[in-house]
């Protein structure tokens, strides 16, 4: 039997680096510029700044600021519809938004609980 197939919104994303508020109150991730040692340390030496900062638009902000770790895509959806209003395309737009943010290890994105949905007697 194939494995069962798991939707995007119902997985519960966890962010993995930090933020800063903007002058304009949107969100400004703050990222590692390297993974090794060895380039941090490089970078040091020649004065690299180690952290890259990622100023999100609107909607990224939004996204941001409902990831707590706990709630699906679904309710961080939820969560951002209450805040923008309607939004055309939102679904696809956290879709990609989350999917780039975990392709450069600065989101995690895990699996709902199977427990919740199994009956105890």
């Not at 993995?16 to 090794?36: N, T």
């Not at 706990?70 to 939820?78: I, K």
């Amino acid at each position: 039997m194939p494995p069962a197939t798991i939707d995007l919104l119902d997985m519960i994303p966890r962010r993995l680096v930090g933020h800063v508020p903007g002058d304009d109150g949107l969100v400004i991730v703050v990222a590692p510029r390297f993974k090794s040692d060895f380039w941090r340390e490089f970078a040091r030496r020649f004065g690299i700044k180690p952290f890259v900062h990622v100023r999100l638009d609107r909607i990224g902000s939004a996204a941001w600021q409902a990831i707590d770790g706990q709630r699906t895509l679904r309710e961080v959806v939820t969560v951002m519809e209450g805040e923008l209003g309607p939004t055309p395309e939102l679904h696809e737009r956290l879709a990609r938004f989350v999917l780039d943010l975990r392709r450069n290890d600065l989101l995690a994105l895990a699996e709902p609980s199977r427990e919740a949905s199994t009956d105890s007697g």
